[in-house]
Structure formats: C-alpha cells, structure tokens
C-alpha cells in the first residue's frame, strides 16, 4: 500500500494564507521505497468532468506510461457545489444553507475515496495525482468566498485517507462563460482562487476558455464543453500531469 510521504493583516487573511502553506509545502514520502512505474490519477469535479475528459485523459497517460501503468478513477456529479466533497464545509457569512441542505456536505467524497482505495488495493504508486474540474455552481451561487478554504480541506482530506502526502493536483480554471454577466464578480472570484491554488508549489492549472464554444450569436460560449472541447481538456489534464510527475522524477 502506501508509504506515508508592517501591515496588519485581517485574521481570516491569515486563515487563508496558512491553508495556502499546506498545499505549497508536504512532507516526501519515504525515499528508499521502492519505485513501481504505476501512477494513480483520480478525476472528480462535477458535469465538465465528463465521460470524455476521462477518456481522452487516460489515452493520453496510457501514450506516456503504458495502460498497466497508468491507472484512472473517476467520480463526478453534475450541478454539485465543493461542499459535497467536504464534510467540514464552512458557510460564507450570511448564506446560512438550511440543515437538510447541510446534511449533503461530503456525500461525493464517499464514493470518490471508495473507488481510489479499490485501486490502490495489493497495489503501490509511484505518485498520485488528483485532477478537477470543478467551481461554476460555487460562482453561481455567489459562494466563492470560501472555495479557496473549502478545496485545501477536500486537498488534506485526501492526503491523509491516501495517505500519501505527496499527492499533488491539476485544477481546471471554470472558462469565461460569464464574461458578459452584470455582477459576474464572484464567477471571476472563482476562476482567480482556482489559478492561485493551481501556482502552489507542486501543482498546476490549466486554462479552459478557448473550450467551450461560442460564435456570434453565443459569443461567451457555453457553460459547458462541447465534446470536441472536453477532449481537449482531458489531453491538457494529461500533459499538465505528466509535466508534474517528470519533475518528481528528475
């Protein structure tokens, strides 16, 4: 299995700012394991994380690995906010979410953490990545506030139930659907966490806003991906990835 690797700042900045250290500085696993050549990539997000992307994903780390050695777990949920992977979600002030909606806080971090330990079973990895597509029903529910929190804990969760603290992450950016949209600041609030995140020591962010579509009569594309464009995404997913780990490697 695996091895265990002068201006006065408000105090939720600071908050911010040690979450942030979490992600930009892990432990190494221990160094004398031996190496296998197998990598796990887990992918969760909600309906931009499609069929596609994990298809076109897996074909391109299969290229670089060779399919035995590349192995590919997805969990994904459509029109899902990050608190359904985060049990300890921490409501913006002032968007109190009833108790019954409160109940759902973690429900897809079950199922996600069941499928990679069933294959990680009799089974050990060179590196794990975590790949996610994930952040438009967050913006349009004006809780971006937040997000940033809410991903470092679902990020550490999956470090310690791994355990592998050198697990690293490919965040997609949502595209620029709302470029257009009056009071649009918390979709843009979105997209900047998700790059901040995404330049953390150790991971990565891969741009989506040439993906999505868009012509004269649609000019701030769509929402969602076309399939040519989840194909698209799925070989960034790949390439960013495999970028990270042949930097461990060297």
């Known amino acids: 299995m695996f091895a265990k690797r002068k201006k006065k700042i408000k105090p939720e900045r600071l908050l911010k700012f040690g979450l942030a250290l979490t992600l930009a500085f892990v432990a190494p696993v221990n160094a004398d394991e031996p190496k296998t050549g197998k990598h796990l990539f887990i992918l969760s997000g909600q309906s931009n994380m499609t069929g596609t992307v994990k298809a076109a994903f897996a074909t391109r780390v299969a290229e670089r690995f060779g399919k035995e050695n590349a192995v590919v777990v997805m969990r994904m949920r459509s029109g899902r906010g990050i608190r359904f992977w985060v049990a300890d ?117 891969v741009d989506t806003d040439d993906l999505n579509g868009g012509d004269a009569n649609k000019p701030d594309g769509d929402i969602h991906f076309p399939k040519k464009g989840a194909a698209i995404l799925g070989q960034r997913f790949a390439d960013k990835a495999i970028e990270l780990i042949t930097k461990l490697n060297k």
């Open 89 to 205: 979600y921490g409501q913006p002030t002032g968007r109190g979410l009833t108790d019954k909606k409160m109940n759902s806080n973690g429900k897809e971090y079950k199922p996600l953490i069941e499928a990679a330990l069933a294959a990680t079973k009799d089974e050990s990895f060179d590196t794990v990545s975590f790949i996610w597509m994930q952040g438009e029903s967050d913006a349009n529910n004006r809780l971006s506030e937040v997000y940033e929190e809410s991903f470092v804990k679902l990020i550490n969760k999956l470090k310690k139930d791994l355990a592998r603290d050198d697990l690293h992450f490919v965040i997609g950016r949502i595209n620029d659907y709302a470029r257009s949209r009056a009071n649009n600041e918390h979709w843009q609030s979105v997209r900047e966490t998700q790059v901040k995140l995404g330049q953390t020591p150790g991971n990565a962010w």
